[in-house]
């Protein structure tokens, strides 16, 4: 029976404070590949959030990258195959909302990553911390839209940008609110390829809140010590952290995965 390997990438694998991946990651992909498992990277970065990640990890070849959350679809070297687009109605109804509260709000897709208005420094020096890149400043006028992240930590705010929005699929963190299109996440992409391949055994890695719709539909989870604990929670298993190379240690004691 074929394994199929789902694995998050800041925080599971990739430690951004040092900006290094997981040591042993590619090894254990490569002999789960050369016996016929798939391996894929779903993450809720823009394919612009990608290209300072090591060469060796971006040529690597998996068998599919799914990017802004669920709703990009790219080949294991960076090909876009498809994209959900955030409709246009939805956009101005959040540009609308955050320009009348002068909340800042970044957008992307396959045409760029951009925020809609100047970002303040800590906010910047945040993002260059995580991604070794910060988005562009343009307003929207149409481009095509995968994700958006709304920046704000008002509770009141977050609740009446889902209540603005219920076609959307949303998932509120501590300062900021990820916008995607309808029923676009993580979770999703599980079923998809479990309907694409009947009888596989599916395993996810996470550690963020975004990950625990995939962790729970898989057959099989790991969330890392370092996530919180509405994320150990999820799981099926916790393992070692991403400073510890917990992802790379669980697969090399389970070549095979784990039995049913």
Known sequence: MKNIYLFDIDGTIYDNKFHQIDPGFLDECSKRMKQGDLI?????????????????????????????????????????????LIPNEMIRKIRDYCRERHLLWRYSGPDGNYFNTP????????????????????EWVGDDVCNILIWTDDERQKEEIKNLLPEGSIVT???VVEIRAKSISKERFVNKIRKQNPGCRIYAFGDGLNDIGMLKAADYSCAVSNASLPVQDAASEVIGSVRDHGVSEWLKAHPQGVSA
């Open 40 to 84: 894929f990277l779903v993450s809720s970065r823009s394919p612009f959030e990608m290209v300072h990640l090591p060469q060796e990890f971006l040529k690597f070849g998996f068998s599919g990258i799914i990017l802004e959350g669920g709703a990009a679809n790219y080949g294991g070297t960076m090909e876009l195959n498809d994209a959900r």
């Open 173 to 175: 963190y501590t300062h």
């Open 119 to 138: 970002a303040k420094p800590k906010v910047r020096t945040h993002w260059r911390k995580l991604y070794l890149v910060t988005p562009g400043v343009k």
